[in-house]
């Protein structure tokens, strides 16, 4: 029962966003050709906390380089996009660079028809305000999937809907550096819709199902994932709530019942913004049976941008010990120059319910604190220097979890990246143009 009904969600609210505004066409270029080309080294630092591709050294320090070459033809009603990206890695046990990765991180055909234009291929998705699904900009190799997706806008309405797969990918590779290799599911069901009263309200909705293979057999389990936001505006005051609940079976075939809730507020003044909000991500209780899971899967969103640049808790439930997660924010940014700003998060944590210690006794839900503070610098348009330090103060209550190895020292992390992006090529011909 509860697949078939989260599937007729799906296409209620795909036919709704299908008919609910006329298409923007296109312009009156006849063909178009964009070559775009980026090179993008990193520079990371870590003490006293384990963050991939570190396993054991402390400290450690590593540099990460991704090159990236997109390519776009466009025609009228269709058009090919091709992003080709190769990451290198230098670390401590190796005096040579290591290719991570050689893939595509895009690869798709794009038509219209009608007023409805359809993707095929390898894509990068970003729906909402990523927390769901993200296209994972600052991870070197980013983030896609590969499917079909039917997008349909207008003015105020836009709906998409995807059909989403996964295979055997090549593994010759360090799997933490491909844009694919994370992804969970067998098939999965996307349906996002979004309304602008381009004024003072706004409101976005997602919908998932995912068909999951069981962790120890070759069942296929359903889960389905719903909810959205809604977004108020003044003059300088953003009101938000997002919210989603979870339902069905996981991948270890347990019943799943969970939630996620996000309020926030947002005040934007002339020299500097403020958001205050906090993160609620549930967990699993004690009185729960064997049999039946609360954990809420954040899919594929980005972590970092609401639980800290640190990564700490990324992965959940593992990362929780699947007992929840509580993260009060205050973030502060504040525009230094033109070019320069200055920004600093700061995060308490807490699990939503107790971890047990070696006497299956409770621990305190408190987990610790974080600090960020970063600075971008766009000296000039093709150019982006950013650069961040950061520092996560642990309890006793961290040893019960994996991320930090000495839950009595300060963990830090720090990075400096450049990122030089240029368009190589950019050959337009119009209609009128003579052959």
Same mark, same amino acid.
């Given at each position: *029962?509860?697949? =078939?009904?989260?599937?007729?969600? $799906? ?22 050709? @964009? *070559?775009? %080309? ?8 870590? +003490?006293?906390?384990? &963050? ?24 009228? =009603? ?23 990765? #050689? ?40 983030? %896609?999937?590969?499917?079909?997706r039917l997008m349909k806008q207008s003015e105020r309405f836009s709906n998409d809907f995807f059909f989403l797969f996964t295979r055997n990918y090549n593994t010759e590779f360090e799997p933490a550096y491909s844009p694919v290799a994370a992804n969970r599911y067998k098939y999965m069901l996307v349906n996002s819709f979004s309304y602008n009263s381009k004024k003072a309200f706004s409101f976005n909705s997602i919908s998932a199902v995912d068909f999951l293979e069981s962790t120890d057999s070759e069942q296929l389990y359903t889960r389905a994932t719903t909810g959205g936001r809604v977004d108020f505006k003044t ?6 709530? !997002? ?38 991500? +549930?967990?699993?209780?004690?009185? @729960? ?19 800290? !640049? *640190? ?36 995060? &308490? $944590? ?5 971890? =047990? ?16 503070? +970063? ?7 093709? #150019? ?12 006793? /209550? *961290? =040893?019960? #979890? ?11 992390? /720090? ?8 368009? %190589? ?9 003579? !052959?």
């Open positions: *029962m509860i697949q =078939k009904r989260a599937i007729k969600i $799906f296409f209620v609210l795909f036919i709704f966003g299908l008919f609910s505004g006329q298409a923007q066409e296109r312009d009156s270029l006849s063909q178009q050709f @964009l *070559m775009n %080309a980026e090179i993008r080294p990193r520079a990371e630092y870590t +003490s006293n906390y384990t &963050l991939p591709p570190n396993t054991s050294a402390d400290p450690y320090f590593y540099i990460t380089q991704r090159n990236r070459i997109s390519m776009q033809y466009e025609r009228a =009603k269709w058009l090919i996009k091709s992003d080709v990206q190769e990451i290198h890695l230098w670390d401590k046990e190796n005096s040579r660079s290591k290719i991570g990765s #050689l893939n595509f991180y895009q690869l798709f055909l794009e038509t219209k028809f009608k007023s409805v234009n359809i993707r095929l291929g390898r894509q990068s998705i970003l729906l909402d305000n990523g927390r769901l699904f993200s296209d994972a900009p600052w991870a070197q190799q980013g983030r %896609a999937h590969e499917g079909i003059k300088n005051w953003n009101y938000t709530l !997002n919210s989603y609940l979870q339902f069905g079976h996981n991948q270890k075939g347990q019943k799943l019942f969970a939630y996620y809730f996000q309020p926030e507020i947002k005040l934007s003044l002339e020299k500097s913004n403020w958001r205050l909000g906090a993160e609620i991500i +549930s967990g699993s209780s004690a009185q @729960l049976s064997a049999d039946h899971s609360g954990d809420f899967d954040v899919l594929y969103g980005v972590t970092w941008k609401f639980n800290g !640049n *640190m990564n700490v808790f990324t992965r959940f439930p593992t990362d929780v010990g699947s007992k929840g997660l509580i993260n009060p924010y205050l973030f502060t940014t504040i525009p230094l120059h033109p070019k320069l700003s200055i920004r600093t998060d700061f995060h &308490l $944590f807490y699990t939503q319910y107790h971890l =047990k210690n070696e006497l299956n006794q409770n621990v305190k839900k408190f987990l610790g604190f974080e600090n960020d503070i +970063s600075l971008k610098y766009n000296p000039i348009k093709a #150019l982006e220097v950013n650069c961040a330090f950061s520092f996560y103060q642990s309890v006793d /209550s *961290m =040893k019960y #979890l994996p991320k930090i190895q000495d839950e009595n020292k300060t963990a830090f992390w /720090s990075y400096l990246m450049v990122s030089y992006s240029f368009n %190589a090529l950019n050959i337009k011909r119009y209609k009128n143009q003579s !052959n």
